[in-house]
């Protein structure tokens, strides 16, 4: 209910101001209906030119706070930082989407969403994205029994030309055997027949992290950093080598020394500081990551022990 009530306010500033407004993944179901799930933010992609100015709106109009940017938040990244709404779900306005086509090309075959002002991505695109999403964006969200909803929930909405041409894409992915498992799993779900867990380690790391790490000491933004470490251990080996990668289009703090340097010396104390915090997450990843196999070789044990 909160999410549809914010939505109306975004489809009212799209109207006023003649401008496509995309509601992503989970925003989808808050609007039809189906299927019905949790919803952790609202994720929503304009044109590019008009993100920050609906940044400006939730924030001086609606009374949103301004959450501090968390790496892919920055001038460059894919949305600007998260608006949190008081009392309601923060909203993510995205500028463009990762693995995605172009995002004028995404919005021009966007449909109507019901509500004037509200449009969604195109059935393929759609599925496309919540696959793209909950693999390799968020490794650690790999067969999580939401994203498994609304991905089964999207390829029921495709004709079969459009699930050639998803199935198609995740053959020549660099993750494809992950994300050919949940288009499988998810295929199931649609169809109503039993499913067999295709990530159980994933699964099993949840736990951990929920649980047994939870007592750590650790900040929003090292928490999140231990989570994708972890998942990218147990995925095929360019998971990890992203993670090193992803160091140098981490936004720069406002105002830092780093910021101001027009050289690559400028970067390097705040690079190094990077690189350590993403050792720190190696080490505390790895012993989830065993801790997790661990169990899960227990767990195919007592199966095999009949219990």
Known sequence: L???????????????RGVPL??????????????????????VL???????????FLQESRGYGGAAALPGEGAGGHHIPQRDAPGGIPVEVHRFLNDMPDPRTLIDRSRALGTRGLRRLAPADHLWYLVIHSTASHP???????????????????????????????RAHRLAPVLLSLLRMACGVAEAEAVEDRFPRESAARCVLLHRLSVLPLSRRMRREVSRTTFALMGPPGDYRDCWAGLRGDPLPP???????????????????????????TVIGAGAAAWAAQGVRRARA???NGG
Do not use: H, I, Y
Not at 259 to 265: D, P, S, T, V
């Open 2 to 16: 909160a999410a549809r009530a914010q939505l109306v306010e975004l489809a009212e500033w799209a109207a006023e």
């Open 22 to 43: 995309v509601v992503l993944k989970g925003g989808v179901a808050a609007v039809t209906g189906e299927p019905p799930v949790g919803m952790a933010d609202l994720d």
């Open 46 to 56: 304009v044109p590019r030119e008009t993100a920050a100015e609906l940044g400006g």
């Open 140 to 170: 650690e969200r790999r067969g999580s029994l939401r994203d498994l909803a609304l991905v089964a929930r999207a390829w029921t909405e495709c004709g079969e030309a459009e699930r050639e041409a998803v199935l198609a894409q995740a």
């Open 255 to 281: 105002g830092s020394a780093a910021a101001r340097g027009n050289g690559r010396l400028a970067r390097l104390p705040l690079l190094a500081w990077r690189a350590g915090r993403l050792g720190v997450a």
């Open 302 to 304: 007592a199966e095999g």
